[in-house]
């Protein structure tokens, strides 16, 4: 069963970065692609990155030359770097684990969760 633990959430103003780090247990890790979601209240789980295995990666609209996500296969942990926060960036921050089938969007496609870390960018 794998375990994902998010850290590095937190309070930051307007245009500061932040570092968001999972870290993962269990077994073949860099098999797997991974996954940062965000998601505010009332709102469902928006897909904000993602690093296949061979090195694809998607970015949100909306956070791309901003966000940046990384894998270090070797410690087990995906890493999503936060630059020139914007307020609307303020929300719970999950780690997530692909399948690898169906559409990357989707929330189902994923099997592992982290249990979320809150982001708030104040002005």
């Known amino acids: 069963q794998v375990q994902l633990v998010e850290s590095g959430g937190g309070l930051v103003q307007a245009g500061g970065p932040l570092r968001l780090s999972c870290a993962a247990s269990g077994r073949a890790f860099s098999t797997y692609a991974w996954a940062w979601f965000r998601q505010t209240p009332g709102n469902g789980r928006e897909l904000v990155a993602r690093l296949g295995t061979g090195g694809f990666t998607y970015y949100a609209d909306s956070v791309k030359g901003r966000f940046t996500i990384s ?53």
């Open 71 to 123: 894998r270090d296969n070797a410690k087990k942990s995906v890493t999503l770097q936060m630059n020139s926060l914007k307020i609307e960036d303020t929300a719970i921050y999950y780690c997530a684990r692909s399948t690898g089938y169906g559409s990357i969007w989707d929330t189902q496609m994923y099997d592992a969760w982290g249990q979320g870390t809150q982001v708030t960018v104040s002005s």
